[in-house]
């Protein structure tokens, strides 16, 4: 029997944090294929579906470089202001009821490819030359490629050692400090990823290591913490993926109620927005939340995805100027341009 590598030629490739990988071998959608210790990349989306890729050959490396033309096309929001606007004020009625405390709103640009782009590489070192990102991460595979520029660690894991780094609060790089909203927000995640770690981890090791790191991005800071645990020897990776994906911090608390509004009224599913993609290699894992993301399903499309945490004492029009803060500088370096709504 041919290899993947064989039937789909050697461009299929995954890269992160300095390691590239190649020879695709398998492609399968059970976790439990993870068990194997071979090398994983990793993606689920948001609304769950499980893609798994191993590759044959690691090995550390800068990411091959690629030049990148800037889009000629515009970008096409999937709502405009005043629509988000009301979104906002949507969830801040359900806040209102009780049933929720905190919704991430998002959103979706698409641009119209004038002619098919061969791959996005280029775009991914456009990136990280100009938007350099902790998580950053490229994948290419037969059905789908992701040009990643994460700022946002889902899940760092070195035998029981487990980590994630919720991002809850963003000011522009000039703001001095975050406000009380950031603060309470963030709280807020940090308590539901620690009760989803309690669903993994060994009773009584799970701990705020750091709470309201700021981080510096370009253009932006970010309000981060840290969740650290051991997790149980029996829970498996489609146990860990069913307590942690997607992140508290990208869809809200409680989760099922954040979950059951944002499906409710986002109309456009957000895919590898949002969801988790990094890699696995046996108890070693490098997994994360899948924001600043471009991705495409075919030649002609380009998806990129932004959104803002909502809780009641957001304003509906600051919210949305988060959202275009997100978005503004990596659509700029995608090229393409949009209209303000």
């Given at each position: 029997?041919?290899?993947?590598?064989?039937?789909?030629?050697?461009?299929?490739?995954f890269?992160?944090?300095?390691?590239?990988?190649?020879?695709?071998?398998?492609?399968?959608?059970?976790?439990?294929?993870l068990?194997?210790?071979n090398?994983?990349?990793?993606?689920?989306?948001?609304?769950?579906?499980?893609?798994?890729?191993?590759?044959?050959?690691?090995?550390?490396?800068?990411?091959?470089?690629?030049?990148?033309?800037?889009?000629?096309?515009?970008?096409?929001?999937?709502?405009?202001?005043?629509?988000?606007?009301?979104?906002?004020?949507?969830?801040?009625?359900?806040?209102?009821?009780?049933?929720?405390?905190?919704?991430?709103?998002?959103?979706?640009?698409?641009?119209?490819?004038?002619?098919?782009?061969?791959?996005?590489?280029?775009?991914?070192?456009?990136?990280?030359?100009?938007?350099p990102?902790?998580?950053?991460?490229?994948?290419?595979l037969?059905?789908?490629e992701?040009?990643?520029?994460?700022?946002?660690?889902?899940?760092?894991?070195?035998?029981?050692?487990?980590?994630?780094?919720?991002?809850?609060?963003?000011?522009?790089?000039?703001?001095?400090?975050?406000?009380?909203?950031?603060?309470?927000?963030?709280?807020?995640?940090?308590?539901?990823?620690?009760?989803?770690?309690?669903?993994?981890?060994?009773?009584?090791?799970?701990?705020?290591?750091?709470?309201?790191?700021?981080?510096k991005?370009?253009?932006?800071?970010?309000?981060?913490?840290?969740?650290?645990?051991?997790?149980?020897?029996?829970?498996?990776?489609?146990?860990?993926?069913?307590?942690?994906?997607?992140?508290?911090?990208?869809?809200?608390?409680?989760?099922?109620?954040?979950?059951?509004?944002?499906?409710?009224?986002?109309?456009?599913?957000?895919?590898?927005?949002?969801?988790?993609i990094?890699?696995?290699?046996?108890?070693?894992?490098?997994?994360?939340?899948?924001?600043?993301?471009?991705?495409?399903?075919?030649k002609?499309?380009?998806?990129?995805?932004?959104?803002?945490?909502?809780?009641?004492?957001?304003?509906?029009?600051?919210?949305?100027?988060?959202?275009?803060?997100?978005?503004?500088?990596?659509?700029?370096?995608?090229?393409?341009?949009?209209?303000?709504?």
């Amino acid at each position: 029997m041919r290899s993947l590598s064989q039937v789909y030629g050697l461009e299929n490739q995954f890269w992160m944090g300095g390691r590239l990988a190649t020879q695709l071998e398998e492609i399968s959608n059970d976790p439990s294929v993870l068990n194997d210790g071979n090398f994983w990349a990793v993606l689920v989306t948001f609304e769950g579906e499980m893609t798994f890729a191993r590759f044959g050959h690691v090995q550390d490396s800068n990411f091959p470089e690629s030049e990148w033309s800037q889009l000629p096309t515009p970008w096409r929001s999937s709502v405009d202001r005043n629509q988000y606007i009301t979104y906002v004020n949507q969830i801040r009625e359900e806040i209102a009821a009780g049933g929720v405390y905190q919704v991430n709103a998002c959103y979706e640009f698409t641009n119209q490819l004038a002619e098919p782009i061969e791959y996005l590489a280029g775009l991914f070192s456009e990136l990280i030359a100009k938007n350099p990102a902790p998580y950053a991460q490229y994948l290419r595979l037969p059905d789908v490629e992701i040009a990643s520029a994460s700022p946002e660690r889902l899940i760092s894991r070195i035998g029981a050692q487990i980590t994630t780094s919720p991002i809850k609060g963003t000011i522009r790089m000039e703001q001095e400090s975050f406000g009380d909203k950031d603060k309470a927000e963030n709280l807020m995640i940090v308590d539901l990823m620690r009760n989803d770690f309690g669903k993994i981890c060994e009773s009584g090791s799970v701990t705020v290591s750091e709470l309201f790191r700021i981080e510096k991005h370009p253009g932006l800071s970010h309000l981060v913490s840290d969740v650290t645990g051991s997790v149980n020897a029996k829970n498996t990776w489609a146990e860990i993926f069913a307590a942690l994906a997607p992140a508290g911090s990208i869809s809200g608390a409680p989760k099922s109620s954040a979950l059951r509004i944002i499906a409710t009224h986002e109309k456009v599913l957000r895919g590898p927005y949002c969801g988790a993609i990094g890699w696995v290699q046996g108890d070693k894992a490098e997994i994360a939340v899948g924001i600043r993301t471009f991705w495409r399903t075919n030649k002609d499309v380009l998806h990129f995805g932004t959104g803002a945490g909502i809780t009641w004492s957001s304003d509906a029009s600051a919210e949305w100027d988060e959202t275009r803060l997100k978005a503004d500088r990596l659509l700029s370096i995608a090229g393409g341009g949009f209209n303000d709504n």
